[in-house]
RNA sequence: GUGGGCGUAGCCCAGUGGUUAAGGCGCCAGGUUGUGGCCCUGGAGAUCGUGGGUUCAAAUCCCACCGCUCACCCCA
């Protein structure tokens, strides 16, 4: 037997429920912040992604990458802003007054080993707000996530945010950092090792117990920032405080991908075992020149759906369940099923949602069905009914059935 | 990529070497003549993840692979 491929998944229709629920929210807030939708393909120019990483970073090497029929080397979507920003680029909506907002929400691949909140498709809500530097912006885009989240019923969140500088400041940074950690060079964990010639900035992420004080006593970014990023900085924890939203500043909090600059934040939720994020972004402010753009300053977010999921079922978060059909039609008889059939195409011209019996069930059986459809009414057509043009109209809660004319079920039925 | 736990019908799960693999949920059909939800009865549904090995005999022991899961790594 087939199975779905490892780290993907069915979503059936039970859990989609959350999947509507989550993105009736998206699409609602988008919209209020002036956020426009923009969705990119599934596959990417292997080329695009290399701008988001370092040569050996994870995520390159996580990637999807395949050659098509005429030798093209591509690769599935890994993340969505690098492809949000070709289609800036692509499309020239440079010219069209800055920033941009845009949102999407589109399927990532990633070949990593699964586990609880990580796959290797996942799907991300993400908004970008590009061609603007305003601080302004870096407090809107959090604001949005924000808000976004707490609006599904999700509690205890929290924020944290850090600034990891700019190309004129984040160098020394690194400079000093390697020179700090070069004196503890033998007690470092083996990752850190790696780290610690590959990319200084992820030493301060890491968990390792034995790293912990060598962290600890790290230099901090805040202290190495040019007065630019400074200013920045602090007008973003302004506008935050300003706009009621509540963070904690994270000296340690670097990002992966190799685009930020500047702002960088990630949201969890609070509770026992892991704490995985469920959103997390920041400013970057070089990747569409990198991407052979005009220099361009952008602020985005993203957050994974099937995270945001599994934090609504640990937190019990009652999300609507999906509409039912409004009524069945039961039949008994070649001549009945003539009838019902016609009904049930009627009802669904008149937008009631209708299921018509089919097989040859006897109508206790039809009626189970109704019944663990949950409608809220079953017609039944017999003999007798099609004989006077009639119908049993039933109340599935409360039992009560009359007979009524076939040509006024449509009508009773829109009414209720 | 590294390490731990697990893998029995659609779902939950009993069964740790020996006749036809148990139960619950769900599903299907009945409980007289055209009626659901409760109850009762019956039925269908399992190559016991896959492939090897040990043994007279394996769902039960061993190995490999696959998958799930948890932690690490990384990330949404």
Same mark, same amino acid.
């Given at each position: 037997?087939?199975?779905?491929?490892?780290?993907?998944?069915?979503?059936?229709?039970? #859990?989609?429920?959350?999947?509507?629920?989550?993105?009736?929210?998206?699409?609602?807030?988008?919209?209020?912040?002036?956020?426009?939708?923009?969705?990119?393909? &599934?596959?990417?120019?292997?080329?695009?992604?290399?701008?988001?990483?370092?040569?050996?970073?994870?995520?390159?090497?996580?990637?999807?990458?395949?050659?098509?029929?005429?030798?093209?080397?591509?690769? /599935?979507?890994?993340?969505?802003?690098?492809?949000?920003?070709?289609?800036?680029?692509?499309?020239?909506?440079?010219?069209?007054?800055?920033?941009?907002?845009?949102?999407?929400?589109?399927?990532?691949?990633?070949?990593?080993?699964?586990?609880?909140?990580?796959?290797?498709?996942?799907?991300?809500?993400? =908004?970008?707000?590009?061609?603007?530097?305003?601080?302004?912006?870096?407090?809107?885009?959090? #604001? @949005?996530?924000?808000?976004?989240?707490?609006?599904?019923?999700?509690?205890?969140?929290?924020?944290?945010?850090?600034?990891?500088?700019?190309?004129? =400041?984040?160098?020394?940074?690194? #400079?000093?950092?390697?020179?700090?950690?070069?004196?503890?060079?033998?007690?470092? =964990?083996?990752?850190?090792?790696?780290?610690?010639?590959?990319?200084? /900035?992820? @030493?301060?992420?890491?968990?390792?117990?034995?790293?912990?004080?060598?962290?600890?006593?790290?230099?901090?970014?805040?202290?190495?920032?040019?007065?630019?990023?400074?200013?920045?900085?602090?007008? &973003?924890?302004?506008?935050?405080?300003?706009?009621?939203?509540?963070?904690?500043?994270?000296?340690?909090?670097?990002?992966?991908?190799?685009?930020?600059?500047?702002? *960088?934040?990630?949201?969890?939720?609070?509770?026992?075992?892991?704490?995985?994020?469920?959103?997390?972004?920041?400013?970057?402010?070089?990747?569409?020149?990198?991407?052979?753009?005009?220099?361009?300053?952008?602020?985005?977010?993203?957050?994974?759906?099937?995270?945001?999921?599994?934090?609504?079922?640990?937190?019990?978060?009652? *999300?609507?369940? @999906?509409?039912?059909?409004?009524?069945? *039609?039961?039949?008994?008889?070649?001549?009945?099923?003539?009838?019902?059939?016609?009904?049930?195409?009627?009802?669904?011209?008149?937008?009631?949602?209708?299921?018509?019996?089919?097989?040859?069930?006897?109508?206790?059986?039809? @009626?189970?069905?109704?019944?663990?459809?949950?409608?809220?009414?079953? &017609?039944?057509?017999?003999?007798?009914?099609?004989?006077?043009?009639?119908?049993?109209?039933?109340?599935?809660?409360?039992? #009560?059935?009359?007979? *009524?004319?076939?040509?006024?079920?449509?009508?009773?039925?829109?009414?209720?």
């Amino acid at each position: 037997m087939f199975k779905a491929p490892r780290g993907t998944s069915d979503i059936l229709p039970q #859990e989609k429920a959350y999947w509507r629920y989550i993105e009736e929210k998206a699409v609602y807030l988008c919209q209020l912040y002036g956020y426009q939708p923009l969705n990119t393909p &599934v596959f990417e120019d292997y080329q695009l992604f290399a701008h988001i990483a370092p040569d050996g970073a994870d995520i390159i090497k996580e990637m999807y990458v395949f050659e098509d029929r005429s030798g093209q080397k591509l690769a /599935l979507t890994a993340e969505g802003t690098a492809p949000i920003c070709r289609a800036y680029l692509e499309h020239g909506l440079f010219n069209l007054p800055q920033p941009i907002k845009l949102y999407y929400i589109i399927p990532a691949f990633r070949y990593e080993r699964p586990q609880a909140g990580r796959y290797r498709q996942h799907h991300q809500l993400g =908004c970008e707000a590009i061609g603007d530097a305003d601080p302004a912006l870096d407090a809107e885009v959090i #604001e @949005l996530m924000y808000r976004f989240l707490s609006s599904l019923g999700l509690s205890g969140l929290f924020i944290e945010i850090n600034s990891i500088g700019c190309r004129q =400041c984040q160098p020394d940074y690194v #400079e000093a950092l390697k020179k700090y950690y070069s004196a503890y060079r033998d007690r470092l =964990c083996p990752a850190c090792k790696i780290r610690l010639a590959r990319n200084p /900035l992820r @030493l301060l992420d890491c968990k390792e117990v034995s790293c912990q004080e060598i962290i600890t006593g790290a230099p901090k970014i805040t202290g190495y920032l040019c007065s630019e990023c400074q200013t920045h900085f602090q007008s &973003v924890q302004k506008y935050l405080t300003e706009l009621g939203i509540s963070y904690q500043l994270n000296h340690r909090l670097v990002r992966g991908l190799d685009y930020y600059t500047r702002t *960088v934040f990630e949201v969890k939720p609070e509770g026992k075992g892991v704490q995985i994020a469920l959103g997390g972004g920041g400013r970057y402010d070089n990747l569409i020149e990198e991407l052979g753009g005009k220099p361009t300053p952008a602020v985005g977010f993203a957050a994974g759906i099937e995270r945001i999921i599994i934090a609504l079922k640990n937190q019990n978060v009652i *999300v609507p369940t @999906l509409p039912k059909p409004v009524a069945y *039609v039961a039949c008994l008889g070649t001549q009945a099923k003539l009838e019902a059939t016609k009904l049930v195409s009627r009802l669904r011209h008149q937008g009631i949602a209708a299921i018509q019996a089919t097989g040859d069930k006897s109508l206790k059986s039809q @009626l189970r069905q109704a019944n663990s459809l949950d409608v809220k009414y079953t &017609v039944i057509i017999g003999e007798k009914e099609v004989a006077n043009e009639t119908a049993v109209l039933r109340d599935m809660s409360s039992g #009560e059935q009359k007979t *009524v004319p076939l040509s006024e079920i449509a009508s009773l039925l829109e009414k209720r």
